[in-house]
């Protein structure tokens, strides 16, 4: 079975500052992972997945990921925010042997203040 | 090329009813899946369908059900309702469902039970 771990329930960033939103996950068995963002009163939108290859993943609307299998994490990225990155985000995972399904984390807050 | 569309997008029931929510994916895309979203518990997995055959369920009781047509178009359907049952139910769909591939959600329906 799987887990994910957002350790941030909310993350306060003033605008144009980086952030950084901490997803640590735990399997016994290989996983794919992923970052969504959800705005409000909408779905999900795919960020970025790491599949395999290199560790470090760049994503849309300038987010970017590193995958580190030591730690068991996948923490997600951006150097600079604008006001309208203030949204929901959740690390997600699923194994690799075709269950289906997406894991998520419980997600973080991220408020980008002006 | 449309989005995921998911009818009806807002929706209030009493205990003890039962609804069926619709779940349209995107063209061409054959797998869809179900989660729950609530303040609670997160996101939570409900299903996965392909080909109209159920491929993996989460847990949760016989209440929750759903089915997909020979057009990829996907209901669910929750008998009985409880007031735990509030939530926002999620549909995503991908083109085959494979672990790895790229879900795609819609904007949800969003249940109350009073």
């Known amino acids: 079975a799987q887990s994910v771990t957002q350790l941030d329930s909310q993350v306060p960033v003033f605008e144009e500052a980086p952030v950084e939103l901490r997803c640590n996950y735990s399997?016994?068995?290989?996983?794919?992972l992923f970052w969504y963002v959800q705005y409000p009163n909408q779905g999900l939108q795919l960020l970025l997945k790491y599949l395999s290859g290199s560790t470090l993943v760049k994503g849309i609307n300038g987010f970017e990921a590193e995958f580190n299998k030591s730690q068991t994490s996948f923490h997600l990225r951006k150097p600079s925010v604008h006001i309208s990155d203030t949204a929901e985000y959740f690390c997600a995972v699923s194994d690799t042997g075709g269950s289906y399904k997406l894991i998520f984390g419980s997600g973080t807050r991220l408020l980008v203040r002006p | 090329k449309a989005g995921v569309t998911q009818t009806p997008r807002y929706l209030i029931k009493t205990r003890g009813q039962q609804v069926t929510l619709s779940c349209s994916p995107i063209s061409g895309h054959r797998s869809v899946s179900w989660y729950q979203q609530t303040p609670g518990q997160g996101l939570q997995f409900l299903f996965e369908y392909f080909s109209e055959t159920q491929r993996n369920k989460g847990n949760f009781p016989g209440r929750f059900s759903g089915r997909q047509f020979s057009n990829s178009r996907s209901e669910m359907n929750v008998s009985t309702l409880e007031l735990g049952d509030s939530a926002l139910y999620l549909c995503?769909?991908?083109?085959?469902?494979?672990?790895?591939?790229?879900?795609?959600f819609g904007p949800g329906t969003r249940l109350t039970v009073l």
């Open positions: 399997s016994s068995v290989s996983v794919y």
């Open positions: 995503a769909s991908s083109v085959n469902g494979g672990t790895g591939a790229e879900q795609f």
